[in-house]
């Protein structure tokens, strides 16, 4: 069974956090042609090649301070010109520790905060799900799209750019080796709710947890939140970890998720 790294303390659960997170901008880009993955001891860049500042990121800072400048204008001139948005994630245990001063220094605005939350998931209760509601993992060039369907709806209009993005690596994410797993709720046959679990770090890290406006507030997020982590407490696994915006933090905190740091992001102005 995998140790659960909440008993380490917050810097070992924050290193894992981060190697979850990692894996999880990084798998499908690094299998699939003309996409740009540079997964470095001091940084790490993925660019996807789209016009998406959701798919182009740069995480996992471990930067000297006598190269911390140089690296964020390595970041900004590769951006810059290959003329792409991109996001950069300060989670804890980034270096330097005043790293986002820095950032904002070289040009850069914060414009999202949210809570990094683990749970101990031998303390997870099961539930039965919504009535109605059937939970899949998608193993189907169509189900995946499915899922990037309920995706790109957090954007009004439905961003296009995220339909693009899993149809560029849905032979990396539909292989049966892919740490990456993809989950969608049908409710009457049709999707309203997905979440991705990425298995990397000794961990297991949710992202991408949505509901379509029309049928939020009944239970599916919750459902889509459980279902991947009995999944994988099942498998041995004992932590599980996400990225909460401000509107989930009370569900997550029912399921029993607990706060261990700040995650915040960057972009250009």
Do not use: K
């Amino acid at each position: 069974m995998t140790e659960s790294p909440i008993a380490s303390g917050d810097s070992a659960l924050a290193e894992s956090a981060v190697a979850n997170f990692v894996r999880h901008v990084s798998w499908g880009p690094t299998r699939t042609p003309g996409l740009e993955v540079r997964v470095e001891p001091e940084l790490v860049l993925a660019d996807s090649g789209l016009p998406s500042d959701t798919f182009n990121c740069v995480c996992r800072a471990r930067l000297p301070v006598d190269r911390v400048g140089a690296a964020i204008a390595a970041v900004l001139d590769h951006f810059a010109r290959a003329a792409r948005p991109f996001s950069w994630w300060v989670s804890p245990g980034d270096e330097p520790a005043d790293l986002g001063a820095r950032l904002v220094d070289a040009g850069l605005v914060g414009t999202e905060a949210e809570l990094a939350m683990a749970v101990d998931l031998d303390r997870l209760a099961a539930s039965p799900a919504p009535s109605g509601l059937t939970v899949r993992r998608a193993s189907t060039a169509a189900e995946l799209g499915h899922f990037a369907r309920v995706t790109a709806a957090n954007w009004s209009p439905p961003d296009r750019h995220v339909f693009r993005y899993y149809a560029l690596i849905e032979a990396a994410l539909l292989d049966p080796a892919s740490p990456q797993r993809y989950y969608v709720g049908y409710l009457d046959d049709q999707p309203v709710a997905v979440s991705e679990m990425t298995v990397a770090g000794g961990l297991v890290g949710l992202y991408n947890i949505a509901t379509i406006a029309s049928s939020r507030r009944r239970g599916f997020g919750t459902a889509l939140t459980l279902h991947p982590l009995l999944e994988a407490r099942n498998e041995g696994f004992r932590t599980g970890v996400l990225q909460a915006a401000e509107a989930g933090v009370g569900m997550y905190r029912r399921i029993g998720f607990e706060a261990f740091g700040d995650i915040i992001e960057y972009q250009t102005r």
